[in-house]
């Protein structure tokens, strides 16, 4: 059964609703737009979050993703040199934006990333898939593989690039908040090494970042923009200021200058209408689980990340405990292993979604031996 235990976080009365100003009305540019503050796991604004969009270039967002986990499994190396295939080069240099890649030419995966991640790429993209899969159809399904992976389930790639393909290759805002979030999680270094730079340098010239935020707006970092004729101009962002970092879509702008206007006031919007409040460290103790047959007859519960909560400026800060309820299967079967995530907190804000903190084990539990057992059928009896 679910067990619900109140412990710390007995249901306080929630904090006082204080409503932001509205968001700006250049958002409504976008047909899709959603602003997510990844430091609390609240999303702030939402227009269409789930309905299928064309994410054109965004997509090198997920090829970016799948050569971050070969590197870090040591599968690809950055400075592994790839021979440019005279086929790709002919079927992919100048088409789109491109690295102008030319038969047989020798270059590192680490160039071929960058020309992904701030030129956007064409060529390189494919190039880069064909080194490491082998193909361009099976780095397609390492992309899917990993999207299913991650929770991008109303997505699907057909391409390594975004190039057109007949609507094969989907996604949605909520989906590209999510793989946004992997990136910057999963791989901080290779992020910050690859990701958020206005230009690169190649053969002498500088390839320009068309990243609307990046040098404009304060802590822009990333991550990548896309355009078709079809999808309209989109931007999957990323915008860090002290301990907040917000994560923003924009998708199906008309212009160029719609995306960006759009994209640089949601993200001020976000900053300026929306405050963070830490309630809870990593590793804090937040209540307890019922065991059975055990040593002890509960666990103490930690929290596995700190949490926080968005609010609205200027509303009231709920005074700790944070509103919320501890939720597990219960009760825990002994032995247990300190570390072991065992139990979730529930954080609760209304009109806002519930964020999900994993909560461990603080100490071991070992199984009862008779005296254990006679104690815990004793306390049972009288409990």
Same mark, same amino acid.
């Given at each position: 059964?679910?067990?619900?235990?109140?412990?710390?976080?007995?249901?306080?009365?929630?904090?006082?609703?204080?409503?932001?100003?509205?968001?700006?009305?250049?958002?409504?540019?976008?047909?899709?737009?959603?602003?997510?503050?990844?430091?609390?796991?609240?999303?702030?604004?939402?227009?269409?979050?789930?309905?299928?969009?064309?994410?054109?270039?965004?997509?090198?967002?997920?090829?970016?993703?799948?050569?971050?986990?070969?590197?870090?499994?040591?599968?690809?190396? =950055?400075?592994?040199?790839?021979?440019?295939?005279?086929?790709?080069?002919?079927?992919?240099?100048?088409?789109?934006?491109?690295?102008?890649?030319?038969?047989?030419?020798?270059?590192?995966?680490?160039?071929?990333?960058?020309?992904?991640?701030?030129?956007?790429?064409?060529?390189?993209?494919?190039?880069?898939?064909?080194?490491?899969?082998?193909?361009? =159809?099976?780095?397609?399904?390492?992309?899917?593989?990993?999207?299913?992976?991650?929770?991008?389930?109303?997505?699907?790639?057909?391409?390594?690039?975004?190039?057109?393909?007949?609507?094969?290759?989907?996604?949605?805002?909520?989906?590209?908040?999510?793989?946004?979030?992997?990136?910057?999680?999963?791989?901080?270094?290779?992020?910050?090494?690859?990701?958020?730079?206005?230009?690169?340098?190649?053969?002498?010239?500088?390839?320009?970042?068309?990243?609307?935020?990046?040098?404009?707006?304060?802590?822009?970092?990333?991550?990548?923009?896309?355009?078709?004729?079809?999808?309209?101009?989109?931007?999957?962002?990323?915008?860090?200021?002290?301990?907040?970092?917000?994560?923003?879509?924009?998708?199906?702008?008309?212009?160029?200058?719609?995306?960006?206007?759009?994209?640089?006031?949601?993200? =001020?919007?976000?900053?300026?209408?929306?405050?963070?409040?830490?309630?809870?460290?990593?590793?804090?103790?937040?209540?307890?689980?019922?065991?059975?047959?055990?040593?002890?007859?509960?666990?103490?519960?930690?929290?596995?990340?700190?949490?926080?909560?968005?609010?609205?400026?200027?509303?009231?800060?709920?005074?700790?405990?944070?509103?919320?309820?501890?939720?597990?299967?219960?009760?825990?079967?002994a032995p247990i292993r300190a570390g072991t995530v065992v139990a979730a907190l529930?954080?609760?804000?209304?009109?806002?979604?519930?964020?999900?903190?994993?909560?461990?084990?603080?100490?071991?539990?070992?199984?009862?031996?008779?005296?254990?057992?006679?104690?815990?059928?004793?306390?049972?009896?009288?409990?």
């Amino acid at each position: 059964m679910r067990k619900l235990v109140g412990g710390l976080l007995a249901l306080l009365a929630a904090p006082a609703l204080c409503a932001p100003a509205p968001p700006p009305l250049s958002v409504d540019a976008a047909h899709e737009a959603l602003l997510y503050d990844l430091s609390s796991g609240t999303a702030l604004y939402a227009r269409n979050p789930s309905a299928r969009l064309l994410p054109a270039s965004m997509t090198k967002a997920m090829t970016t993703l799948v050569a971050f986990d070969l590197i870090a499994a040591g599968t690809l190396k =950055e400075n592994d040199v790839v021979t440019v295939s005279p086929v790709l080069s002919s079927q992919w240099a100048g088409l789109g934006t491109s690295l102008f890649l030319r038969p047989n030419e020798k270059v590192s995966v680490h160039d071929l990333l960058m020309g992904i991640t701030t030129a956007s790429a064409n060529d390189a993209a494919i190039v880069l898939a064909r080194h490491a899969a082998g193909s361009q =159809e099976r780095w397609a399904a390492w992309m899917n593989a990993t999207a299913q992976g991650i929770g991008m389930s109303g997505s699907h790639f057909g391409t390594p690039n975004g190039w057109p393909d007949q609507g094969r290759t989907f996604v949605t805002a909520r989906d590209l908040v999510t793989l946004a979030r992997v990136l910057v999680e999963r791989h901080p270094d290779l992020y910050r090494r690859y990701i958020g730079h206005p230009s690169f340098l190649w053969r002498g010239m500088t390839l320009r970042n068309h990243d609307p935020l990046l040098g404009v707006v304060t802590g822009a970092d990333g991550i990548k923009t896309g355009h078709t004729n079809e999808a309209g101009f989109n931007f999957l962002g990323s915008v860090v200021r002290g301990d907040r970092r917000l994560l923003l879509v924009v998708a199906g702008a008309p212009t160029p200058a719609a995306r960006a206007q759009a994209s640089r006031d949601l993200v =001020e919007w976000g900053f300026a209408e929306w405050t963070l409040h830490r309630v809870l460290n990593a590793g804090e103790t937040v209540g307890t689980a019922r065991v059975q047959g055990g040593a002890a007859i509960s666990v103490p519960l930690v929290a596995t990340r700190a949490v926080s909560l968005t609010l609205a400026r200027g509303a009231a800060v709920p005074a700790r405990p944070v509103p919320g309820r501890i939720v597990y299967t219960g009760p825990l079967k002994a032995p247990i292993r300190a570390g072991t995530v065992v139990a979730a907190l529930l954080v609760e804000q209304p009109g806002l979604p519930i964020q999900r903190v994993p909560l461990s084990a603080a100490s071991n539990v070992a199984p009862a031996g008779v005296i254990d057992r006679l104690r815990n059928g004793l306390i049972g009896l009288w409990s």
